[in-house]
C-alpha cells in the first residue's frame, strides 16, 4: 500500500507539474493584465510601467513562469493586481468556502445515501419514482436558479414574518455580530444555512441516483443471494453486504466529484455573495490577474490530485479484495 | 474611467460654486429622522486597500466608504452641483494673476482623529502624492502610485502659512519633501504654473491621506489593513471612522467619529457588506439583509423587482455621468474617411436602438448629442442634433459620393479599394462579452447598417482584451463601450486630444488628429471661469461632430434602490455614489 502511494504521488507530482505549465501558459495568453489600467485614460504612465516591470511582462514567457514557478514552490503566490499577498488571500478566502463546502458535502452525501437507499428498497414503487423524480429536478436545475428560489420565496416571506433577519440572503456574517464563537453562532447560522441548502440539492442528486444504481446492482448480485439464503438477518444483509459494497463506487464518485463542488461553491458564493474562493477567482479572472487565477487553478489541481489518491486509497479500505502493493 | 467601477479622480468644476450650493441646500431638504441606528449598504466588489487615490485600490465601492473618513474640500452632491466643506475649509480665494492660485483657509478646529490637527501639511502631502513628479517619492523611496494626476500635475507648489495661534512655521524636512514649505500652516496657498492652469480647481484635495499617517506606513500599500486590529491606521478626518474591516468577509464597519469637529453624523454606525449579485438586490433589501443597495448594471428585471416588491423597497433610475458610444477607428482604411463615418452615423437610429434595448428599462433615455457634457448636466448642449433621426438615403448618397463605393446586386456596397475592394463593405463591430445590451445594440446596429449597405460582423472580446490589446492596439472598426465621467470636464481631454501626443492623449484610440481641437481643449482646461471652460468645451464638441470622431448613442441609467425604512436617502448619479449624504441617514 504505502509504494502504491508513493507512486501515486510522485505520479501526482508530475501531473502537477505539467498542470502549471499548461495553466500558466493558458492563463498568461488570456489577456493583457494591464487591460484595466489601460482602459482609464486616466492612468499615468508612470504607473503602467511600474505594473509592467513588476509583472515582468517584458520577460519572455518561458522565463515568466519560471520566476513564478521558483516562487510558488516556495509557497510565495505573488501579488495580485492589486498589490496585495496572493498566498494571504488565498489562505483567507479558502476557508470561508470550506465552511460551506465541508457542511455542504457532509449532508449531501447522508442525503444521498439515504435518499439512493430508500428509492433502490423501495424499487418501482411510487416512492421511487417520486424520489427519483425530485433527484432529476434538482440534478437539472441550475445552481444559481435554486439560490434565487430559496433567496425569494423562502428566506424574503420569512424575514418579513418575523421583522429582523432570520435567514441572510448576502454574506457569510453580520460585521455587527458580537461576543465568542457561540454567541456568534445563530449568525453564522442564519447565513449558512440557504448557501448550505442550495448547495447541498445541486450536489446530493446525481450521488442519490448513482446510489440507488450501484445498490440495485449489489442487491441482485449472487453473495447477496446466497446471504439471505443461508438465512442472515435481512439488516444485516442490507448493511454488511449490500450497503458496503454498494459504497465502494459511491465513495470513489463522491471523491471526484469535490473538485466539482468547488465549481458549485463559486456560483453559490456569488448568488449569496459569500467572499470565498469562487469570489477570489471570479474577481481575478475579471481583472485579468493573472497571479490570483493560477493560485487558485493550481489550488483545484492539487485538490482533484489529492482526492484522486483518495479515493484509490478508500477503495483499499472499503474492498479488503484489493490490496495494491501485491499487484 | 471606463466600464467597470474603478472610479476617476474628479477632475474640473462643472457648475458654479454658487449654483452648486443652492442645489445642495435643495436636494438635502428631506424629511426629519430618527438620530442614531445602523444602515447596511451592499459592497458588490472585494476591497482592494483603503488608499482609494492609489492605482490599485481606486475602485467606486472605496469612494463611497471613504470620502464619510477622509475629509475632502469639495463635494457633489445629487444634482452633481460642487459644495465646499467648510468643516474643512471656512473659506477659499481664487486669482489668476499673476498665475492661478487658490488659498485654502484650513477650519481651526480640523483634526484627525489621532488628535493631529489638519495643516498645509495634508495638503503638500497629497499635492506630492499625486503629483507625477518623480522627485517626490513615498516610504522607503519606492515611486508612488497614483490613480490619476490630472491637475495635481499642473501645481507648481503647495505651500502653508500661518500656523495655528500665530505659531511659527515649522521648518519641515528634507525627508519628507516639505522643508520650507510651512507644514503647520493653517492656510494653503495652491499655485499653478504660468503655463498649467487648472480650470477644474475644485476636484482637488479630495479624501485626503493624512500626510503623517501616510509617511509612517506608506501612501502606495500602507493602508492595505488586513483587519482584526489594524483598523487604526486608517485615521478619520470626517463623520465616521473605520471601526472594523474583516477581509475574509469583505466587510467594513464605520462608526461615528467622536473627534469630528462640525456636525456629527446622525448613524451610529454605516455597515458595507453583503457583495451579492445584481439579481439578488432586491429579495436582500426585502429580507432586510441589507438596506441600500446600487446595481453594477440597471436591468428592466430588476426594476420589476423592486416595483414587486411593493412599499418596503424604494428605488430610483436616473441617468449616470457615463455614456456609452461607437468608436471609430480611423486607422481602417475607409473609416479614415469622414464621409464613410458620416454615413453610419446617419443610417444609425439612435431611437430605435435605445427603445429597443436600454428604453426597456429606462424609457426615459434619449440620444446623448454631446461628447463632454451628459444630458442631464448644466452645461449641456445638444451640438449633434443632424444626427437625431435616421437619414438612409443620405447615408448612401454620402458613400456614393465618395466615388469609392458601388452599390452590388446584393444590396451591399462594394469598395473600389482597400482590402474589401470588389467585395461586400464589412466592418467589424466589437465590445465586451457577457453584456446582453450591448450583444442586442450590435445586433439592432447591424440590422441597421444593412439597410444602408454595410455588412456589419460581431467581434466581441472579454472587457480584459478588449481594452488590454484590442482598442489599444487599434485592432478593431467600430467599438462599443461606455465613458464613465465625473462632473469635472477635463479629464475628457486625454480622450479627445491628438493621438500623436502619446504622453497625454493616450486615450485617444480611434486616431483622431486636429489642431484646433487641442487648442480648445487646452483653453478649457485652463479656463478661467466655468461658463468659459463650458462654452469652450461645446465649441471641442461641436468639432467632434463636425469630424464624426465617435458617436455618442445615449446616457446610461443608474439604479439605486434602498429600505423605504430609511430617510434622506438620495441617490447621486455622479462618482462619489449614494453615500455622499450618508452623514444624514436615519430611520425614518
New interface residues.
Partial sequence: MTTYILRRLAIGVGVLLLASVLVFTLVAESGNPLGPLLANPLTPQSTIRLKILALHLNDPLWQRYWIWFSHVVRGDFGVSNNGLGVGHQLEIHMFVTLRMVILSTILSIFLAISVGLISALRNGTIVDRGVSVVNFVFLSVPVFVVGLVLKTFVAVPIDQHFHRVVLATAGEQNPLAAGNFFQRLPDYASHTILPTITLVLATYASWAIYQRSTLLDVMNSDYVRLARAKGISPRRVLLRHILRNALIPVTTVIALDFAGILGGAVITETVYGWNGLGRFFLDGVNNLDVNVTLAYLMLTAVIVILFNLMADIAYGFLDPRIRYGKQ | ????K?I??L?AVVATLALGMNALVASASTPKVQAGG?VTV?L?E?L??FNVNN???NEFVLQEIMQLVWPTVYFVNNKLALTLNTDLVTKVAVSSKPVETITYTINPKAVWSDGTPITADDFIYNWQSQS?N?AFTDKGGA?F??????GYSSIASVKGSNPAGGASCAAGSAADFNAGLCPNGKTVTVKFGAKTPFADWQSLFGMLVPAHQGRLVGW??GF?I?GGGDESTLLSGSWYYVS?Y????????LKKNPSYWGKPGNLD?I?F?????D??GI??I?????NVFEPVSTSLAMIQQAQAAGS?VSYNVQPGLQFEHFDFNEANAYLKQLKVRQAIAYGTDRSELIALTVGQAAPSTKPLNNHIYMNTQPQYKSNGNAYNHQNIAKARHLLTSTKKFKMGKDGYFHPTYGPEKGKDFSLNISSTTGNPIRSQTEQVFQFQMKKVGIKINIVNY????????V??NGRYDIAEFAWVGSPFAT?NN??YCSYTDK?NC??NWVHFKNKTEDKLLTEAAAASSPAIEAKLYNQADAILWKNMVTLPLYQKPVMTAWSSAYGNILPNASSVGVTWNAQSWGLK
Fill in positions: 474611467m471606463k466600464m467597470s474603478k476617476r479622480p477632475l445602523t451592499d458588490n472585494t482592494a486597500g492605482v490599485n485600490s507625477g518623480p515611486a502610485q497614483p490613480a490619476g494626476t490630472t502606495n500599500t492595505n488586513n472594523s474583516n477581509a475574509s468577509a469583505n466587510t467594513v464597519v454606525s455597515v457588506a453583503g457583495s451579492t449579485d439579481t439578488s429579495p436582500g426585502q429580507s432586510g439583509t441589507f418596503s472579454a472587457a480584459g482584451d478588449l481594452f488590454g490589446t482598442i489599444p479629464g486625454s480622450i504622453a493616450g486615450a
